[in-house]
């Protein structure tokens, strides 16, 4: 499966974006979705994940309380609606599908080798 990622833009600390992550190619109700992102010089961090079935959903720390992940798997598309950003939020974010597991549960979902696809990335800046 291809994974298109966009929405993403610059935006002022408390400002709102809504990412979009499109699968191409392969129906999204088959995968378990992830949001990761990763900034320049640092390693590739877990942000959110669905699980398949749109029951379960896994934040990092650092975002529970401001992001919301969800899926509409009759648009193919995945959503990480993104509120009271903060400068720490700036980064490239990637969206990421996984075939096996119908629910990694909040610990494997965090592993980025758990993920089979991952699509291109979409720039978000967060200026104070």
């Known amino acids: 499966v291809q994974l298109q990622a966009s929405g993403g833009g610059s935006v002022q600390a408390g400002g709102s974006l809504r990412l979009s992550c499109e699968a191409l190619?392969?129906?999204?109700?088959?995968?378990?979705l992830g949001w990761f992102r990763q900034v320049p010089g640092k390693e590739r961090e877990f942000v959110a994940a669905?699980?398949?079935?749109?029951?379960?959903?896994y934040y990092a720390d650092s975002v529970k309380g401001r992001f919301i992940m969800s899926r509409n798997d009759a648009k193919n598309t995945v959503n990480l609606q993104m509120n009271s950003l903060k400068p720490a939020d700036t980064g490239v974010y990637y969206c990421?599908?996984?075939?096996?597991?119908?629910?990694?549960?909040?610990?494997?979902?965090?592993?980025?080798?758990?993920?089979?696809?991952w699509g291109q990335g979409t720039l978000v800046t967060v200026s104070s």
């Open positions: 190619g392969r129906p999204i109700s088959r995968y378990t």
């Open positions: 669905i699980s398949r079935s749109g029951g379960s959903t």
């Open positions: 990421a599908a996984d075939l096996e597991k119908s629910d990694p549960g909040p610990t494997l979902a965090t592993y980025k080798i758990g993920y089979d696809y």
